[in-house]
């Protein structure tokens, strides 16, 4: 069974930074595309970032909305990943879940069979 339990969220000022963390059951990261979405109220889920491993090499893709902002790293011998935050805005007010899929198009929320309870990230100006 993988689990998958997101921490980190809070509230912050524009223009802060913030990382997220993703705790993965075991060997999930090594096994999984490991991807991060978000979603803010009345809003479809949206991709935000995706990261797999090949051995110890590791693939991460961010967003088009948060690219040059946002990066996803991590580490597969913890089985963890993470996702460094910079420069927030109030648009990046939203829940964020961490998830992990075996196939599909790891850009699509419908391609993740896993998923964490996710965590609050509210920006203030």
């Known amino acids: 069974q993988v689990r998958l339990v997101e921490s980190g969220g809070r509230l912050v000022q524009a223009g802060d930074s913030l990382r997220l963390s993703c705790a993965a059951s075991e060997r999930t990261v090594s096994r999984f595309i490991m991807g991060w979405f978000r979603q803010a109220p009345g809003q479809e889920r949206e991709f935000v970032g995706a990261i797999r491993f090949s051995g110890d090499t590791s693939y991460s893709d961010p967003g088009d909305s948060v690219r040059g902002r946002f990066t996803i790293s991590g580490d597969n011998t913890e089985d963890t990943v993470y996702l460094q935050m910079n420069n927030l805005q109030r648009e990046d007010t939203a829940v964020y879940y961490c998830?992990?899929?075996?196939?599909?198009?790891?850009?699509?929320?419908?391609?993740?069979?896993?998923w964490g309870q996710g965590t609050q990230v509210s920006v203030s100006s």
């Open positions: 998830a992990a899929s075996s196939s599909g198009d790891y850009r699509r929320a419908t391609s993740y069979t896993y």
